[in-house]
RNA sequence: GUCCCCAUCGUCUAGAGGCCUAGGACACCUCCCUUUCACGGAGGCGACCGGGGUUCGAAUCCCCGUGGGGACGCCA
């Protein structure tokens, strides 16, 4: 059977990081199998679903590269589908008006939980044989449930955690239809996995409760369709916030978008978020073309993974070591138009960034770093005052003199200061050390001669002379 | 509270009963390289949650405990 995978958002807001490795593992074993993978907006909460929100997930997804082959599709555009099932399963007697009030319910709930059960519906509207349902009243519109089994239990076998078993007496009958007619989350998922033919359905674990109503579902709907077949089901633990915390909108769950404002590539992210809660062995570094190759269901961590900048950092400094001198410039030429800072033709951006990308972890501070080069550098004070020393005043004064004459090559610009080094008979760094407090501003950097050369000869000198 | 899931270095993980003196990666520390800082190179520190079983043998299987997480909506 041809594998058909699918990655299923609610668009309530950004695709945050744990939605996106959902995704990623979706693709990634539809990619591996030669399969499909579909994208389905799963916007039935239309008090909370909004356009932008649509948007940011379709933008997260295309930022990563993660493409769909299917899609996307919406649930609110399949509503008379639902309808039309929910009716076969109203014929079929699987699911039934339910007129019990919100208050009701609610009264319900509270004392279940006073008396430290589970709270859930206590069947009032439930059809059985020999029993004789209340007269409905007038003034409620009724919400459609679903008739659950009360005996036995369901069973399925987990591809990440393995076998589950969850006896239906603690399922209860829930809701498929609302009041106002539209269908629930819960029976979508059913219908739309379904139709559309899912075999593996790989989600977040905080789903793993609603898996056995979902295969209840589908095996009354299975009686109704003999066509229908359970897909496998994959349920991925969670992304841990650095701070062992639920990932949420205040504990850094924060945007894929949110990354790529900060700096990193898609790459960096990409593989950092495969490693996260699967493993290759020792393999800790690869492509994502080598990621569909391997990537299997077996070797996916059944326990929470906690989410670590420090390694996401250190594969981002890899991937900007790697990546392509052109594509760089230009997105640190962007970053650097930012925040006011207009790269021109020279000082050379590419020379610039050679320079410093083995040192940068994200391409902010890449940015930062080579900033310098095209606007005059804020001086830090205390590297000034421990470096631009009097006694090498004159010493500076008379290198700058030869710096307007020297040929303005790195080799040429080294020899210089080596010779200027030794004339004095001082060390290297006592002559260093100033000129990459005055040129760059601060202590640290690359090698001089090297910032000098791409620098410009008239600008080092300017700044030597301020 | 009830049900479900999970448990190896600080973190991500390898580990399918003997290959484990528990391996790798990030972080951290030391040294080397060096023109400062990085990069790079070489080392180091550092873990099987606890208790019972099963077995000749357990990180691996079973049970209990503990701890963490999730679910219990006319949300998804």
């Known amino acids: 059977m041809t594998v058909r995978t699918r990655f299923a958002p609610s668009p309530t807001g950004f695709l945050h990081i744990g939605g996106a490795r959902t995704a990623l593992f979706s693709w990634a074993f539809a990619k591996k199998h030669g399969g499909t993978f579909i994208l389905r907006i799963e916007d039935t909460d239309v008090a909370r679903s909004t356009p932008e929100a649509v948007q940011a997930i379709l933008d997260g997804m295309q930022w990563l590269g993660l493409d769909y082959d299917e899609g996307p599709y919406y649930q609110m555009q399949r509503m008379e589908r639902y309808k039309q099932v929910i009716q076969t399963m109203l014929d079929a007697g699987s699911a039934y008006y339910c007129y019990s009030s919100r208050e009701e319910l609610e ?3 509270e004392q279940q939980m006073a008396n430290k059960q589970k709270p859930r519906y206590d069947g009032k ?46 399922l209860d009958d829930l809701i498929i239809a609302r009041a106002d007619g539209t269908p629930t989350y819960n029976f979508c998922v059913v219908v739309d ?9 790989i989600r977040g674990d905080d789903h793993v409760n609603n898996t056995p109503r979902q295969i209840n579902m589908l095996k009354a709907l299975a009686e109704i369709d003999t066509a229908i077949q359970l897909p496998q089901y994959a349920h991925l633990s969670m992304i841990l916030g650095s701070d062992g915390q639920k990932l949420s909108k205040r504990h850094g769950a924060v945007s894929v978008m949110q990354y790529h404002e900060d700096g990193y590539l898609p790459e960096a992210v990409l593989n950092y978020l495969a490693r996260l809660g699967w493993s ?14 391997w990537f299997d269901l077996n070797h996916i961590t059944a326990s929470a993974a906690q989410f670590n900048t420090e390694k996401l950092n250190w594969l981002n400094n890899h991937y900007i070591k790697l990546a392509d001198l052109t594509e760089l410039a230009k997105d640190i030429a962007a970053r650097l138009a930012q925040q006011g800072v207009h790269v021109t033709a020279t000082p050379n951006l590419t020379d610039a960034i050679s320079l410093y990308r083995d040192r940068a972890n994200t391409l902010n501070e890449l940015a930062q770093s080579v900033a310098y080069f095209y606007s005059k550098p804020q001086v830090d004070a205390e590297a000034k005052a421990k470096h631009v020393t009097e006694d090498i005043l004159s010493v500076l004064a008379g290198l700058t003199a030869q710096l307007a004459e020297v040929e303005w090559t790195t080799e040429a610009i080294h020899a210089l200061i080596a010779q200027t080094v030794a004339s004095h008979a001082l060390k290297f760094p006592k002559v260093a050390m100033p000129l990459r407090v005055l040129i760059t501003g601060g202590a640290q950097s690359p090698s001089i001669d090297a910032i000098m050369a791409i620098l410009g000869r008239d600008e080092t000198i300017a700044r030597l002379s301020s």
């Open 107 to 109: 009264a319900l709930r």
């Open 125 to 170: 509207w439930r059809p059985e044989a020999g029993k004789t349902l209340p007269t409905p009243p007038k003034d409620i519109q009724p919400v459609i449930r679903f008739k659950n089994p009360v005996d036995g239990v369901v069973v399925w076998d987990d591809l990440v955690k393995g076998r589950i078993e969850i006896a239906n007496s603690e």
């Open 193 to 201: 996995d379904s139709d559309m033919g899912i075999t593996q359905v």
């Open 280 to 293: 290759h062995g020792d393999d800790e570094v690869f492509s994502m073309a080598q990621f569909c190759d």
